[in-house]
């Protein structure tokens, strides 16, 4: 029988973690980081932080194929998946060609789910957004000495999310990519 593959630690982390994965976010690098970033990859990395408690996982549900597909293998793989309908917003251009798209955010779940995990004892909370939405949560769990961990991608992090840096770690995706984690 081989022996577990043992992973070359990115993060260091609290006792009792918590990992929230905006995947609509974490897709959206994909254009600067010119490669999709790997969710099984990513899950077996992160399988290997004993402190981690939780792997929450956050996409919307349609029904093209390959997301439904998409989602089962999500839940598969180990996530804790939370997901809920996908809206399609019309826009109109400046030649008022109508045009829709996805969007389907995840920011209050995320936030109600870091209240629950609080008041259960985790003090580590890794999320894999650059949103600048979650800077109020960010420094609330400052405020309350937890550890506060985003990864990013270069280019896609909020100016809010920036300005609070001392107060949290930020983790650049890249690291989990060269070391091919994700």
Same mark, same amino acid.
């Given at each position: 029988?081989?022996?577990?593959?043992?992973?070359?630690?990115?993060?260091?982390?609290?006792?009792?973690?918590?990992?929230?994965?905006?995947?609509?976010?974490?897709?959206?690098?994909?254009?600067?980081?010119?490669?999709?970033?790997?969710?099984?990859?990513?899950?077996?990395?992160?399988?290997?932080?004993?402190?981690?408690?939780?792997?929450?996982?956050?996409? @919307?549900?349609?029904?093209?194929?390959?997301?439904?597909?998409?989602?089962?293998?999500?839940?598969?793989?180990?996530?804790?998946?939370?997901?809920?309908?996908?809206?399609?917003?019309?826009?109109?251009?400046?030649?008022?060609?109508?045009?829709?798209?996805?969007?389907?955010?995840?920011?209050?779940?995320?936030?109600?789910?870091?209240?629950?995990?609080?008041?259960?004892?985790?003090?580590?909370?890794?999320?894999?957004? @650059?949103?600048?939405?979650?800077?109020?949560?960010?420094?609330?769990?400052?405020?309350?000495?937890?550890?506060?961990?985003?990864?990013?991608?270069?280019?896609?992090?909020?100016?809010?999310?920036?300005?609070?840096?001392?107060?949290?770690?930020?983790?650049?995706?890249?690291?989990?990519?060269?070391?091919?984690?994700?």
């Amino acid at each position: 029988m081989s022996e577990p593959m043992k992973s070359n630690p990115i993060l260091r982390l609290g006792s009792f973690c918590s990992v929230y994965i905006d995947w609509a976010n974490v897709y959206g690098w994909k254009k600067s980081l010119k490669r999709e970033i790997n969710s099984r990859k990513l899950f077996k990395h992160l399988k290997t932080y004993k402190q981690i408690k939780n792997f929450n996982f956050y996409f @919307g549900t349609d029904e093209h194929p390959k997301s439904k597909q998409f989602l089962e293998d999500v839940k598969q793989t180990g996530y804790s998946l939370t997901t809920k309908p996908v809206k399609y917003i019309t826009v109109f251009n400046e030649k008022g060609q109508r045009f829709k798209f996805r969007k389907c955010d995840f920011d209050i779940e995320i936030c109600i789910q870091a209240h629950d995990d609080l008041a259960k004892g985790i003090n580590s909370f890794v999320f894999f957004s @650059g949103d600048g939405d979650f800077e109020p949560l960010y420094q609330l769990l400052h405020r309350k000495k937890k550890q506060v961990v985003v990864v990013y991608a270069s280019g896609h992090t909020g100016r809010e999310v920036l300005k609070i840096e001392r107060k949290i770690y930020l983790c650049n995706i890249k690291k989990f990519i060269q070391l091919g984690y994700a």
